[in-house]
DNA sequence: CTTGTTAATGAACGAATGTTCATTTATATA
DNA sequence: TATATAAATGAACATTCGTTCATTAACAAG
């Protein structure tokens, strides 16, 4: 037998995308083979080297493309907040419900950089920063303005960023909480951690209280 | 040639542990061959056969003997502590330095989850779940005093967890702050994201600013 | 000194790996 | 209809993998 009727390129190459994106996500870069990704696919291994030239190009693929869709998503999304509350608010928000609804392609982005070659990594790592970089503006704005008290902007950033991304490791769509009781959860210690209280809550703080 | 002059079972056993270590955490676990365990060792791979039974057992042994350590090491520090602010800003610098001064154990005790067969992944997930449990425990007894204000104390955990450990992603010895400089920006944002102020923070606060 | 155990060697095993290649068929183009 | 290209197959390649095994020398105990 040869090429199968039916048969077309592009459509073979995303499902080749789909199936290493699950694998990858669930066993490891390393442990998943290309005789696994195709057997998922429906074809022969051989048949993917009509669509990548290396296994690791497609890693590099589904990294690349994460990232720039999750730049792109928040570029678009951005625009709408003028101030640097409104912005922090919807990072936060923005972040956990893009991660939650894209979990295995952020897993990989994130567990799989040692796995890259050093081209691949230095493409990769900078969109992360770049992206990292959005919410460093937003903090060293606020940070700026008074609105936050912010000791140390880059720590923060960093600091806020685990926290957020650590959402997907205990997370669970049949558990306790909706994504957006999580997100508002997540809001508060977000502003809380950058001690900027919303005007209820600081009311609701006694003057008095002697804490460490 | 044979056995060699001078080895001793339990030093070997402690160079593989070693060399595994560096080796897992460098390149992962799936990446890192028994051979080249040896050879860092400075013995063949079939030698290593007489110490350990398996390479998972290696990984296996690797995470116990991390998490046991950890565990008992805030065991023998939580004695100290009486309330829940003082448990909490301990909890928060032993957290850091611990994970801080041993970045290989901690990373691939996080990383390699998904290596571990279901027999070893049972046991040390549940370590790390007791582990958790001192911080979630600290959380709740401020939150029931009213200390703390947190809407949600497994999440708080959780994500106070996740904050932490993340400072292991962009520390470095030769960077920006010294390890007692990023605790103390870590001890404020922890307390910040429960919405406990200091004294002096409150002060500081201007009781009528209007925030979102 | 003899004996049993310990800790190493080096060869070998079968299985699995990423990748290449000749081949074959479906499809698009001229 | 003839031809070039696209997309698959299945066999094969050289490596590498975790692990086993027979063997051997160092060491401890009697």
Redesign the interface.
Known sequence: MARIAGTVGEETARKVRAAALELFA???Y??VSMRSIATHVGIQASAIYNHFPTKQAILVDLMETHLLELLHAWEGRSRNYSDP??AL?GFVRFHIRYHLDKQAAVFISY?EL??LEPEGFARIEKLRRYYEGYLRKIISIGADAG?F?V??VP??T??????L???N??FRNTGR?SESE?EQ??V???F????????D?????Q?G????
Chains 1, 2 share one sequence.
């Not at 960093?158 to 926290?163: G, T």
């Open positions: 669930n066993f490891g390393a442990a509350v409104a608010e567990m040692r796995n609105i008290s000791k140390d720590v923060a960093m600091a806020i960023i685990a926290m991304t650590g959402v490791t205990w909480l999580v959860l997540y508060q210690m977000v809380g951690s950058l001690n900027c209280l919303s005007a809550m600081l009311a609701g703080l003057p209280r002697k804490l460490a």
